[in-house]
T-cell receptor, first 115, second 113 residues
Framework: EAGVAQSPRYKIIEKRQSVAFWCNPI?????LYWYQQILGQGPKLLIQ????????DSQLPKDRFSAERLKGVDSTLKIQPAKLEDSAVYLC?????????????FGPGTRLTVL | GNSVTQMEGPVTLSEEAFLTINCTYT??????LFWYVQYPGEGLQLLLK?????DKGSNKGFEATYRKETTSFHLEKGSVQVSDSAVYFC????????????FGTGTRLTIIP
């Protein structure tokens, strides 16, 4: 079974530029998560989708971050404009979405460096 | 709010030593508890979990018991191997429409031969 796919794996941009990350979850997984992991910290949820609807985006900085999952499958996370403090690893995870104890499966992450 | 506090690292042990990584939590309600592991160059993967008080999660020789009275979920292994070198994250989830994981800061474990 293929795992969660993310691209690109690495991205370096200047501050105030825009960037987009892509995630393709495990086939059949209804729930998709984006987490931000700053160096030395644990991952923090940015947004959770159930199919193509948003369940939780309370910690998404909506003035600069946006995310979509239009067809309920793959998802894109965008940052516009980027700030230095956005340097982090962006993790995508997915789960079946059938039970509240479903295992979340993580992708390899996208490491973003903002200069 | 909900939070997870983990033993600070890094932790360095000799092969075959006993391992304990402490984890305590604060949560409203009754969370499920998890240990995730990140091996060098790889993504986060679930190591074990426990969904209610007194449950014991186990996998690959690792164990952790959900202790409601001490709000703890300490990770243990009786005899570590070099291949256990990784970063370990304790996490909780409240479930019931709030499935997001709240993570601790992670503990880097290095096992030397």
């Amino acid at each position: 079974e293929a795992g969660v796919a993310q691209s690109p794996r690495y991205k370096i941009i200047e501050k105030r530029q825009s960037v987009a990350f892509w995630c393709n979850p495990i086939s059949g997984h209804a729930t998709l998560y984006w987490y931000q992991q700053i160096l030395g910290q644990g991952p923090k949820l940015l947004i959770q989708f159930q199919n193509n609807g948003v369940v939780d985006d309370s910690q998404l900085p909506k003035d600069r971050f946006s995310a979509e999952r239009l067809k309920g499958v793959d998802s894109t996370l965008k940052i516009q404009p980027a700030k230095l403090e956005d340097s982090a690893v962006y993790l995508c995870a997915s789960s079946l979405g059938l039970a509240d104890t479903d295992t979340q499966y993580f992708g390899p992450g996208t490491r973003l460096t903002v200069l | 709010g909900n939070s997870v506090t983990q033993m600070e690292g890094p932790v360095t042990l000799s092969e075959e030593a006993f391992l304990t990584i402490n984890c305590t939590y604060t949560a409203t309600g009754y969370p499920s508890l998890f240990w995730y592991v990140q091996y060098p160059g790889e993504g986060l993967q679930l190591l074990l979990k426990a969904t209610k008080a007194d449950d014991k999660g186990s996998n690959k020789g690792f164990e952790a018991t959900y202790r409601k009275e001490t709000t703890s979920f300490h990770l243990e292994k009786g005899s570590v191997q070099v291949s256990d070198s990784a970063v370990y994250f304790c996490a909780l989830s409240l479930g019931r429409g709030n499935e997001k994981l709240t993570f601790g800061t992670g503990t880097r474990l290095t096992i030397i031969p």
